[in-house]
């Protein structure tokens, strides 16, 4: 273990964490992907379009990282910012030209939309909701991926008062 002691100035340094995986397809619709010490991870295609339905497609694992990388950035920040939840839940779906897919190189392969509703169960305000999602938004690295690439990105935070 090592301690460092450094100055302020110096947070302006990129602070870079490397992470590995594998995979492995055996030309086929199905792809295992190992995380090492994390397990396996299977992205396949259903059936009627070619693969063996063992696993969500590849755009689905996408917005499921999205749905992922949210609740861990809204955690963080609402740590942050002393903000208290009881849970969060995710319904998410996204559209797709499949002409892009197909080899039409003037549409776009990936997502032409994706939205996403997220409901907080917090005893919180709706404003002091929107100041940590604004927060987490800004943070969240699958968000600002999808959003970078051009993506009709769509969410809605809905706030729910506990029960009793």
Known sequence: MATEITSEDRLAEP???R???TAENEASMMTIIDFGEYGHF???????HGGTGEGPSPLQAVVGA??????????????????SYESLTFQAEFTIDIRGRLGLRSVRPH?????????????????????????????CPVYNLISD?????VARWVRKAPTA
């Open 42 to 48: 299977i992205t396949d295609e259903p059936i009627d």
């Open 15 to 17: 602070i870079i964490r």
């Open 111 to 139: 997502f032409q939309t994706v939205r996403l509703e997220a409901t907080v169960v917090t005893p919180e305000s709706e404003e002091r909701l929107a100041e940590v999602v604004e927060e987490a938004e800004a943070r």
């Open 19 to 21: 992470k590995t995986l």
């Open 149 to 153: 690439a051009g993506v009709n990105l």
């Open 66 to 83: 999205l749905c992922g990388c949210e609740s861990v950035t809204f955690r963080r920040t609402a740590s942050e910012m002393d903000f």
